[in-house]
């Protein structure tokens, strides 16, 4: 049975990845140990990423100890890729996803009554700080300024957090933080320069028809060769009409392309599994038929599970 270290430099040379950069990273993994109290935090992706250039980049910056931005449309692999870096450097991954409510308490800890005294029930942000984790900061430009400012000094050459009433907190050397962002989501707004200038940024492509192949084969080994290119076909028709304004971005989904694939394997008919993978996720019926144009000319209408499946 392959040994983590072996599995990861099996994916990283199948990814090309240069030598010096895979020999730099693991020697990373091996000076810097998880704690057991979080050891259960680190796990295989079930997806991992493809994609040399961007890989390399991401690589190189936390090594170095910078904190980067993946930054691009949805459905980049953004989240599939910081899943994919936590692994590979072997630590725990704390997730905050930000929002209208997400605040510095939220990020650091609240007070709580315990064992007849007030502790401090320590947040993500803190944690991380602790444990030499990758903070995973998950729409970013969603926070809100009171979020913002806990940031500041956890991202720049301080890297330490003021928790008022408690200690200030010094990050372990190992932590690392990894923002996302969307374009043109409701609630998004401008990063500040200030915050931008805490990170090195990595713009993310869009999927191409090679990496669609890739990933498809790697989550249904056993999809047929013209199912593969029918729907890899499809999510870049999807794509072309979001970027030309056609159609929102709400369709171009391939979590939901790959829910509905799975939902093939019980006989349900493609068109169906389309429907409610794809589809329904517009609201709107203009859209909605725009949309099943584009199904409708990949996928026909007579095709059962033995068209998707090999046989076995």
């Known amino acids: 049975m392959e040994t983590e270290k072996q599995m990861i430099t099996k994916y990283l040379k199948g990814m090309q ?45 936390l090594l170095h100890g910078e904190n980067i931005l993946l930054s691009g449309a949805k459905a980049t692999g953004k989240n599939v890729l910081c899943e994919t870096l936590a692994w590979l ?14 605040d510095s308490a939220a990020l650091i800890g609240t007070d ?8 401090l029930r320590k947040g993500p942000i803190y944690e991380c700080a602790q444990y030499g ?8 430009n969603m926070a809100k300024n009171d979020a913002v400012s806990v940031l500041h000094a956890t991202l720049d050459y301080r890297r330490s957090i003021d928790v008022p009433g408690y200690s200030r907190i010094v990050l372990h050397p190992a932590t690392r933080f990894i923002g996302t962002m969307n374009y043109g989501y409701a609630g998004t707004k401008e990063l ?10 990595i713009d993310m492509p ?22 593969a290119e029918q729907f890899a076909g499809l999510f870049q028709d999807l794509q072309t009409k979001a970027s030309n304004g056609e159609i ?37 019926v203009f859209e909605k038929e725009m949309i099943e144009d584009a199904v409708l000319t990949r996928i026909p209408e007579n095709w059962t599970k033995k068209d998707i499946f090999e046989e076995g």
């Open 17 to 61: 990845i240069g030598g010096e950069l895979v020999a730099e990273l693991l020697a990373f993994r091996e000076q810097y140990e998880t704690d057991e109290a979080v050891k259960e935090r680190i796990s295989r992706p079930e997806m991992l990423f493809y994609g040399k250039e961007i890989l390399e980049m991401a690589i190189a910056a």
């Open 133 to 140: 984790g990758f903070g995973i900061l998950d729409e970013i």
């Open 89 to 102: 450097f072997g630590r725990p991954s704390y997730n905050v996803s930000f929002h209208v409510n997400t």
């Open 112 to 119: 709580t009554f315990k064992n007849n005294e007030v502790q």
């Open 206 to 227: 869009p999927l191409d028809a090679e990496t669609l192949h890739v990933l498809l084969s790697e989550y249904f080994p056993d999809l047929k060769k013209a199912a």
């Open 192 to 201: 500040n320069e200030a915050l931008i200038s805490r990170f090195m940024v």
């Open 248 to 284: 929102s971005t709400k369709s171009l989904d391939f979590r939901g392309l790959t829910g509905a694939i799975r939902t093939m394997r019980s006989g349900l008919s493609p068109l169906q599994a389309i429907q409610m993978g794809i589809v329904n996720k517009s609201f709107d």
